[in-house]
């Protein structure tokens, strides 16, 4: 058993981080400048660093929005890549002020049980909590709506199949070389109180064929999730470590959506049980990868909701966005995932109109699945 001990690494050097290529003065406290994610009243190098640090768990940032460079509505590693850019002049905008969107970075004091993966059941291995994070100083460096347009895509093999012991079968996205990131529900029953047994974990080749079956070891889910009588999924995430090296597979990267993200593209991937009521994952032993594609819909601090068709089997597939730009010969594209699906959220008797919804990454959940010193496998 391995221990997690790896450091964030930054791909601009810490010499570089107090170059600046642009300044402004201070602006009234509703507006920030474009592309001064720190919040220093300056444009440069060190900002881009700020934002790869946040995205890496080293801390809750000053101010959500300001890290949202290209007002997307979502802080992702493009919006370091951009800043990059910028700061080399290959991306000829000029220093403007923007809009604050009064974002609230969720970071709160979180307890996580730990459960082997393999046997499940009711005993635990451990338990840790994970305090907030300190805030940022310069003293540091299941609905269908409509038709179902959801498409096969075997090109996706980021994402995995979960089948568990007894109870069916979910979904799952790599987020690190031994970290898979899932729902909770994937991973503890809440009606018999124990851990759900994981029988393997299948990532896909690019054909669409299993490339091999990995060996879960640990299952990491919030104490909230386990203690939550009214089941409303507001904790519905979790993690699964793996003892196989998953670094020749692509990886999702993990975001926070600030509120100016509702009407943004979306993408769930996964592998659903029918699409378009006809079964297409009977087979444990052939999964297929399905894509949907719409748009965030809602947002409150916990949950994203959507209107991107998702069925039995989607659970605890990513919510992502894809961003790519391309400055000469360069081009950078990123699958960035902004939470993770859950559940359909409505009131059927009362006539309310369903969306899928998923947990709403933040602070909190950076800091669970990037910077997590409990991470075993």
């Known amino acids: 058993m391995k221990l997690k001990r790896k450091l964030a690494s930054f791909v601009v050097a810490g010499f570089i981080a107090v170059v600046s290529c642009g300044s402004l003065a201070s602006s009234a406290s509703s507006q920030h400048l474009k592309y001064d994610a720190n919040g220093d009243g300056e444009v440069g190098l060190a900002d881009a660093v700020y934002v790869r640090q946040y995205l890496s768990g080293c801390f809750d940032p000053k101010n959500l929005d300001f890290c949202d460079v290209d007002r997307n509505g979502i802080v992702s590693l493009m919006d370091a890549e951009k800043i990059e850019y910028h700061c080399i002049g290959l991306l000829e905008e000029n220093d403007y002020y923007v809009n604050d969107n009064n974002t609230n970075t969720v970071n709160s004091n979180l307890t ?38 959801r498409k096969k895509d075997p090109t996706c093999n980021g994402v995995v199949s979960i089948n568990c012991v007894g109870t069916g079968y979910g979904t799952g996205f790599i987020i690190d070389d031994h970290v898979i990131a899932t729902a909770a529900h994937c991973l503890y029953n809440r009606d018999t109180h124990e851990a759900i047994a994981i029988d393997k974990i299948s990532v896909l080749g690019s054909t669409g064929n299993i490339k091999f079956d990995m060996t879960p070891v640990e299952s990491h889910i919030p104490e909230q999730f386990m203690a939550d009588s009214n089941k409303n999924y507001d904790y519905d995430y979790a993690l699964i470590t793996v003892k196989e090296d998953l670094s020749s597979f692509p990886h999702f990267e993990i975001g926070a959506a600030s509120n100016a993200a509702v009407g943004q593209k979306l993408k769930i991937s996964g592998f659903p049980g029918s699409v378009n009521d006809e079964i297409v994952n009977g087979d444990a032993e052939a999964p297929v990868i399905y894509t949907g594609e719409g748009y965030i819909t809602k947002m409150d601090d916990i949950r994203i909701l959507t209107n991107i068709d998702a069925t039995e089997g989607n659970s605890g597939s990513p919510m992502y966005i894809e961003e790519n730009i391309k400055i000469g010969k360069d081009e950078v594209s990123y699958k960035t995932a902004v939470s993770v699906f859950s559940s359909t959220f409505g009131i059927e008797e009362l006539g309310i109109t369903y969306d899928n919804r998923g947990v709403r990454f933040t602070t909190d959940h950076i800091h669970f699945y990037k910077a997590n010193p409990n991470i075993k496998w």
Do not use: A, C, H, W
Request: overall charge positive; proline content about 3%.
């Open 112 to 149: 996580y049980y730990v459960y082997d993966s393999k046997i499940g059941g009711k005993n635990k291995k451990y338990d840790y909590t994970l305090s907030p994070l300190e805030s940022y100083s310069k003293s540091r460096t299941m609905g269908v709506f409509g038709k179902d347009d």
